[in-house]
């Protein structure tokens, strides 16, 4: 008899090995799951008042970004290898560091969502597997994510939660609290998903809480209840991909 308990014992606790999975195999499932494990690609798509364009190789990346202001075009471009710089009419304008600052943050804000989940692998990134959620009936792995101080950026202190779909290996939401300009809570729902040349692209519907700052962990049951508040439509368009 005691053996027979010994051996069910080890058959739970293979079982329970066979079926663990790290946060690191969850990010890159995902990741691949959503076309980012691809490279050597150029990518234009339209945000708000902007134009913008990601370019991949090897290790290699730029951004940029483009619009009209007073009849003027203006553009800021960056890359893995050269810090930002402001050209209005094609040409160099000298920018403060401050205002580099400002606008480096502003592009790498908008390049970070667009290319989630493929930034969760960056050097800065901190990620802790929280376990599985349930959200609509649909299971989650869900991810926290925060960053270092050194290389974290300005908003090093944010905290972020990603829920990513465990049958298919998707975000379809995520969260963070924020303490810039004030700061408070965003919850996100990926709509829209579109498949073009092995990337799936979504837009996003972002909600906030009642109050300013609540637990993330929390926003799906708020979410659930209905009790979250419309912020605003999130869109990328005419996104093309050359390859």
Same mark, same amino acid.
């Given at each position: ?24 195999q ?6 691949k799951?959503h ?6 690609f ?9 134009q913008?364009?990601? /370019?991949?190789? !090897?290790?290699? $990346?730029?951004?940029?970004?483009? =619009?009209?202001? +007073?009849?003027?075009?203006? *553009? %800021? ?9 402001r050209f209005?009419n ?9 205002m580099?600052?400002?606008?480096s ?8 969502f667009?290319?989630?989940?493929r ?14 959620? /349930?959200?609509f !009936?649909?299971? $989650?792995?869900?991810?926290?994510? =925060?960053?270092k +101080?050194?290389g974290?950026? *300005? %908003?090093?202190q944010?905290e972020?939660?990603?829920?990513i ?10 969260a ?15 709509v ?19 109050v300013?700052f ?21 869109k ?8």
């Amino acid at each position: 008899m005691k053996k027979k308990i010994i051996l069910l014992f080890l058959i739970l606790v293979s079982c329970s090995n066979s079926s663990h999975i790290s946060t690191s195999q969850i990010i890159n499932k995902s990741i691949k799951a959503h076309g980012w494990d691809q490279e050597d690609f150029s990518i234009v798509f339209d945000f708000r008042d902007y134009q913008y364009e990601l /370019k991949r190789k !090897n290790k290699f $990346y730029s951004f940029q970004r483009t =619009t009209k202001k +007073e009849g003027n075009v203006v *553009k %800021d471009l960056m890359s893995s290898k050269k810090k930002l710089k402001r050209f209005i009419n094609n040409k160099s304008v000298e920018l403060s560091d401050s205002m580099t600052n400002v606008f480096s943050n502003s592009l790498n804000s908008v390049m970070y969502f667009f290319q989630l989940p493929r930034p969760l692998k960056d050097q800065a990134v901190i990620t802790k597997y929280l376990g599985l959620a /349930k959200i609509f !009936n649909e299971k $989650y792995w869900t991810i926290k994510v =925060t960053f270092k +101080e050194n290389g974290g950026g *300005k %908003d090093y202190q944010d905290e972020f939660r990603y829920w990513i779909n465990i049958n298919n290996g998707q975000i379809d939401y995520l969260a963070y609290n924020y303490l810039t300009e004030g700061g408070g809570t965003r919850f996100r729902q990926a709509v829209n998903k579109q498949l073009n040349q092995g990337f799936i692209f979504q837009d996003y519907i972002n909600f906030k809480p009642n109050v300013k700052f609540v637990s993330l962990d929390s926003l799906p049951i708020l979410f659930e209840a209905g009790n979250l508040i419309k912020v605003s439509n999130i869109k990328n368009k005419n996104i093309r991909v050359s390859k």
